[in-house]
């Protein structure tokens, strides 16, 4: 039988896993988009928030999707040589005079990388 405090430990682990890594601006990872609903598209923008379950985004500009919309793409790090490849849909889209946030449900979960881990704690 495990201890209390071994216990909460575990407990710790699982949240841990599951939380969302969040930070102010962070350009060196990229969220390339490169099909919307089956169809070519290509839309360039910068991650806000992601975890193992989904992610956010933000642009600076117009955005061309919609609530609802299935994309896929990758998730990329030049500077680390990371390329997580995703598929999701578009769960809610906010527009301001400044850029267009919004936030994407991934279709599986993906396994986030140390380095990326790393990074957005580093900035957060």
């Not at 117009?62 to 999701?88: C, M, Q, T």
């Amino acid at each position: 039988m495990l201890s209390t405090q071994n216990e909460e430990l575990i407990m710790n682990t699982k949240v841990r896993n599951r939380e969302r890594e969040t930070f102010s601006e962070m350009r060196e990872f990229q969220i390339k988009v490169y099909q919307k609903n089956g169809e070519a598209e290509f839309i360039q923008c910068f991650i806000k928030n992601i975890s193992e379950s989904g992610m956010a985004g933000s642009l600076t500009g117009s955005l061309d999707l919609k609530e609802s919309d299935v994309i896929s793409g990758v998730i990329e790090g030049e500077d680390f040589a990371i390329k997580i490849r995703y598929e999701g849909t578009i769960s809610w889209i906010k527009k301001s005079a400044e850029s267009v946030q919004f936030g994407v449900n991934f279709s599986k979960e993906i396994t986030l990388p140390d380095v990326l881990i790393a990074r957005l704690m580093a900035v957060a």
